[in-house]
T-cell receptor
Framework: GESVGLHLPTLSVQEGDNSIINCAYSNSASDYFIWYKQESGKGPQFIIDIRSNMDKRQGQRVTVLLNKTVKHLSLQIAATQPGDSAVYFCAERGTSGSRLTFGEGTQLTVNP | NAGVMQNPRHLVRRRGQEARLRCSPMKGHSHVYWYRQLPEEGLKFMVYLQKENIIDESGMPKERFSAEFPKEGPSILRIQQVVRGDSAAYFC?????????????FGSGTRLTVV
């Protein structure tokens, strides 16, 4: 079945460092992936997405890499700031219609 | 564009009561998804609706839970005879129409507490 999981439940970095958050997925037919940021008490906030016909996409301070060979997704945050502290979820859209399947999340903590 | 609007933000119900959660999608979006999030966990899919149609309810418990998205008005997630285990944050997302269907925007959620 479809499942999305994350390698590390927590990640702690120093302000200004680069952060890398990883995600493994199991459905090789998934065609679309999204990274969301969720702050305490709030809903998931879209960060960046990537379609399965791409292997890299860049946004402002964020980059998503997709490796379909090993079914791995990563989110890179450059020059991490305290405001980046949150839980980060990856989500995939598989073959079961348009719903998204979420991973369990990684708690990113940025130390000043 | 006000985004996806959910209300109430917080809802307290006693065991056995009914809970009604509302979701108004973004302007121009005709697809609505409901997710449930337990503390310290990820979001679990419940149901996917388009106007007047349930497209996928495979994540919805068979009993006590129902959802609708009428032609006019918001989408409603209804939980009858609530139990303590229903306490969670319920999030609604919407996306635009069409087969590509990219771009899922979430609301701020309704936090249901069953006492």
């Amino acid at each position: 079945g479809e499942s999305v999981g994350l390698h590390l439940p927590t990640l702690s970095v120093q302000e200004g460092d680069n952060s890398i958050i990883n995600c493994a997925y199991s459905n090789s037919a998934s065609d679309y992936f999204i990274w969301y940021k969720q702050e305490s008490g709030k809903g998931p906030q879209f960060i960046i997405d990537i379609r399965s016909n791409m292997d890299k996409r860049q946004g402002q301070r964020v980059t998503v890499l997709l490796n379909k060979t090993v079914k791995h997704l990563s989110l890179q945050i450059a020059a991490t700031q305290p405001g980046d502290s949150a839980v980060y979820f990856c989500a995939e859209r598989g073959t079961s219609g348009s719903r998204l399947t979420f991973g369990e999340g990684t708690q990113l903590t940025v130390n000043p | 564009n006000a985004g996806v609007m959910q209300n109430p933000r917080h809802l307290v119900r006693r065991r056995g009561q009914e809970a009604r959660l509302r979701c108004s999608p973004m302007k121009g979006h005709s697809h609505v998804y409901w997710y449930r999030q337990l503390p310290e966990e990820g979001l679990k899919f419940m149901v996917y609706l388009q106007k007047e149609n349930i497209i996928d309810e495979s994540g919805m418990p068979k009993e006590r839970f129902s959802a609708e998205f009428p032609k006019e008005g918001p989408s409603i997630l209804r939980i009858q005879q609530v139990v303590r285990g229903d306490s969670a944050a319920y999030f609604c997302a919407s996306s635009p129409p069409g087969t590509a269907n990219y771009g899922y925007t979430f609301g701020s959620g309704t936090r249901l507490t069953v006492v």
